[in-house]
């Protein structure tokens, strides 16, 4: 088992900044690929970044690409989030997940997620 709980969230205005970060406890961090997803009212849960186990690849959703930034520290057992340049369009409540190994943009393939926390951003 692997729990996670993200923090960071929070209101912010369009063109602002915010961390979100996601620690990890139970089993091996670093034997697991992270990604974060958001899902916002009345839409599909969707993927926006994933990393890969030792951090040494990062993928991105094409809506995200160039504004948001994931990153790890297996020593701390934490996965990050930096959103940079928001536009309410990001506003949803965003959740990470870890699956084994490798990395994908397809949500039901991890088995473990956080509870998720609340972005929004103001116009």
């Known amino acids: 088992q692997v729990q996670l709980v993200e923090s960071g969230g929070g209101l912010v205005q369009t063109g602002g900044s915010l961390r979100l970060s996601c620690a990890a406890s139970?089993?091996?961090?670093?034997?697991?690929?992270m990604g974060w997803f958001r899902e916002a009212p009345g839409k599909e849960r969707e993927f926006v970044a994933a990393?890969?186990?030792?951090?040494?690849?990062?993928y991105y959703a094409d809506s995200v690409k160039g504004r948001f930034t994931i990153s790890r520290d297996n020593a701390k057992n934490t996965v990050y989030l930096q959103m940079n340049s928001l536009k309410p369009e990001d506003t949803a409540v965003y959740s990470c997940?870890?699956?084994?190994?490798?990395?994908?943009?397809?949500?039901?393939?991890?088995?473990?997620w956080g509870q998720g926390t609340q972005v929004t951003v103001s116009s």
């Open positions: 997940a870890a699956r084994p190994v490798y990395y994908s943009d397809n949500y039901s393939s991890y088995p473990y």
């Open positions: 990393i890969t186990w030792s951090g040494g690849s990062t």
């Open positions: 139970g089993r091996t961090f670093s034997n697991y690929a």
